[in-house]
């Protein structure tokens, strides 16, 4: 069965962190991102990795998180540290470019109190 789970959302404080994980199952990942959805708002790419660790962030994000992976674990991960509000959102993974084929997860929420 092909699908996404994401974990290890929750509630912090501002200027906390989290670590998010997402295991993938029924394919084998290759370049992959990460992706945030507020209430009213779109949802944003935050970054991205490459099947070899290349990495790339969106300036909002750019110098507090950090995505990694582990190609034997089919997972990736989101290091999330200097938490603001603003990053309140559910946060899922997702292939990059997005494959249609492949169902989005349930997502995990990132809630961080001021």
């Known amino acids: 069965q092909v699908q996404l789970v994401e974990s290890g959302g929750g509630l912090v404080q501002a200027g906390g962190s989290l670590r998010l994980s997402c295991a993938a199952s029924?394919?084998?990942?290759?370049?992959m991102g990460w992706y945030r959805q507020a209430p009213g708002k779109e949802r944003e790419r935050v970054g991205s990795?490459?099947?070899?660790?290349?990495?790339s962030y969106a300036d909002s994000v750019k110098g507090r998180f950090t995505l990694s992976r582990d190609n034997a674990r089919n997972t990736v991960y989101l290091q999330m540290n200097s938490l603001k509000p603003e990053d309140t959102a559910v946060y899922y993974c997702?292939?990059?470019?997005?494959?249609?084929?492949?169902?989005w997860g349930q997502g995990t929420q990132v809630t961080v109190s001021s």
């Open positions: 029924g394919f084998v990942i290759n370049a």
């Open positions: 990795i490459t099947r070899y660790g290349s990495t």
């Open positions: 997702h292939t990059v470019p997005i494959d249609t084929g492949i169902p």
